[in-house]
């Protein structure tokens, strides 16, 4: 069964990102949440999609000096409860990031306050940037985000010789053969970013492992039609 995840968290209800938006979403009934992390400039693992927050550089504030309402990696995987937390690494050249930090070492920073949490069972990594991707290879599973155009196709070999566990297509690149390959490769399907009914629809009739979508109460009454 396709697994419906809360882009940002409930953000329909409340500011994405944060705690009250994670808590929503559990409340709902979603299968799991995406959320983005970044360091703050004193090595503090926040959750924010944008590198800037407030007028200020994430990278280069430090995490006191950030709006109240940014939470940690920590505090958010605490508000998900028991729900699948799909992490997603923000990181990389051309990313817009004002500091690319090394992979390895913000790799080891979010396993560790992950595995701190007892959260590893539940986390599903990601990043656009594949050496982070490939860093972050462990006791999780994790997979490569796809860029808009990029050639899905080709990145599921790509996955597979790093080792992740899937990638996360944008739903532009999403069709059958994609599907088909994916399984062929034992590779997961994580679909973004699937509001519309009829998107939703094809999702689920193509069996992909998850979307992650703005609309998940919807997303649960089409997959209750389907299933």
Not at 69 to 94: C, F, M, Q, R
Request: net charge negative; charged share 20%.
């Amino acid at each position: 069964m396709t697994l419906i995840l809360a882009h940002r968290g409930l953000h329909d209800r409340h500011r994405e990102n944060t705690l009250a938006a994670f808590a929503a979403a559990r409340a709902l009934g979603v299968d799991g949440v995406e959320l983005d992390v970044r360091r703050s400039a004193d090595g503090v693992l926040v959750v924010h999609h944008d590198p800037e927050v407030a007028g200020h550089a994430i990278a280069r504030t430090p995490a006191a000096d950030l709006p109240a309402w940014v939470p940690t990696l920590e505090a958010a995987l605490e508000a998900t409860g028991d729900l699948l937390v799909n992490v997603e690494v923000k990181n990389g050249p051309g990313s817009g990031e004002p500091v690319v930090e090394d992979p390895a070492e913000l790799a080891a920073a979010v396993r560790a306050s992950v595995e701190s949490r007892g959260a590893h069972t539940r986390v599903r990594y990601s990043s656009f940037a594949w050496e982070t991707a490939a860093a972050l290879v462990g006791a999780a599973p994790v997979d490569g985000l796809l860029d808009v155009g990029e050639d899905a196709l080709a990145a599921l070999a790509r996955a597979e010789e790093l080792g992740l566990s899937g990638v996360n297509p944008p739903l532009a690149s999403l069709d059958a053969p994609l599907v088909a390959q994916a399984r062929a490769r034992a590779l997961a399907l994580f679909v973004w970013t699937v509001n519309e009914d009829a998107d939703l629809d094809r999702c689920l009739a193509l069996g992909v492992t998850g979307v992650i979508t703005d609309v998940p109460a919807r997303a649960i009454l089409r997959r209750a039609a389907t299933y």
